[in-house]
C-alpha cells in the first residue's frame, strides 16, 4: 500500500512481542517519523501476575499508549502532567496513574496544530 501524503497521518502496529532498547525494561513502543509499534507485553496483567487482571485494563493501558505514540507523531511535546496520557510512563504503574484525558498543556499545542494562523494564547503580549 501507498502512504498517505498527509504529515499527520501515522501507521501504528500493535504486537503481543516484547520490545527492548539498550538497558530499558518498560518499553512500550518506538517510533520513527509516520511509523511507530507498540507493544502491549508489558501491559499484560499475566506479565506481572495481577491477580485483578482484566481485559478493560489492557484497553486503557493499550489506548493510553496508542494516544500518547498519536501525539508524538504530531510532533506534540509531552506533557508535565502526570495525569495526562502524553507524560512519560516510566513503568506499568504510572502507565496505571495515567487518565485518558489530555492536560490543558496537550489541548493547546493541539489548538496551534489545528489552526496554526491563530494567536498563540501562551505567547506574551
Given at each position: 500500500?501507498?502512504?498517505?501524503?498527509?504529515?499527520?497521518?501515522?501507521?501504528?502496529?500493535?504486537?503481543?512481542?516484547?520490545?527492548?532498547?539498550?538497558?530499558?525494561?518498560?518499553?512500550?513502543?518506538?517510533?520513527?517519523?509516520?511509523?511507530?509499534?507498540?507493544?502491549?507485553?508489558?501491559?499484560?496483567?499475566?506479565?506481572?501476575?495481577?491477580?485483578?487482571?482484566?481485559?478493560?485494563?489492557?484497553?486503557?493501558?493499550?489506548?493510553?499508549?496508542?494516544?500518547?505514540?498519536?501525539?508524538?507523531?504530531?510532533?506534540?511535546?509531552?506533557?508535565?502532567?502526570?495525569?495526562?496520557?502524553?507524560s512519560y510512563p516510566n513503568g506499568i504503574q504510572?502507565?496505571?496513574?495515567?487518565?485518558?484525558?489530555?492536560?490543558?498543556?496537550?489541548?493547546?499545542?493541539?489548538?496551534?496544530?489545528?489552526?496554526?494562523?491563530?494567536?498563540?494564547?501562551?505567547?506574551?503580549?
Amino acid at each position: 500500500s501507498r502512504r498517505s501524503g498527509d504529515h499527520r497521518t501515522a501507521y501504528v502496529g500493535l504486537t503481543e512481542a516484547n520490545l527492548f532498547s539498550g538497558d530499558s525494561n518498560y518499553v512500550f513502543s518506538q517510533a520513527l517519523p509516520g511509523v511507530s509499534i507498540l507493544s502491549y507485553h508489558m501491559m499484560l496483567g499475566s506479565t506481572f501476575g495481577e491477580q485483578t487482571a482484566t481485559r478493560r485494563r489492557l484497553i486503557e493501558r493499550i489506548a493510553k499508549s496508542l494516544t500518547s505514540t498519536g501525539m508524538l507523531q504530531l510532533g506534540l511535546t509531552r506533557s508535565t502532567d502526570p495525569s495526562c496520557p502524553t507524560s512519560y510512563p516510566n513503568g506499568i504503574q504510572r502507565l496505571d496513574q495515567q487518565t485518558l484525558i489530555l492536560s490543558d498543556e496537550i489541548e493547546r499545542q493541539l489548538d496551534r496544530l489545528r489552526n496554526p494562523t491563530a494567536p498563540n494564547a501562551d505567547s506574551s503580549p
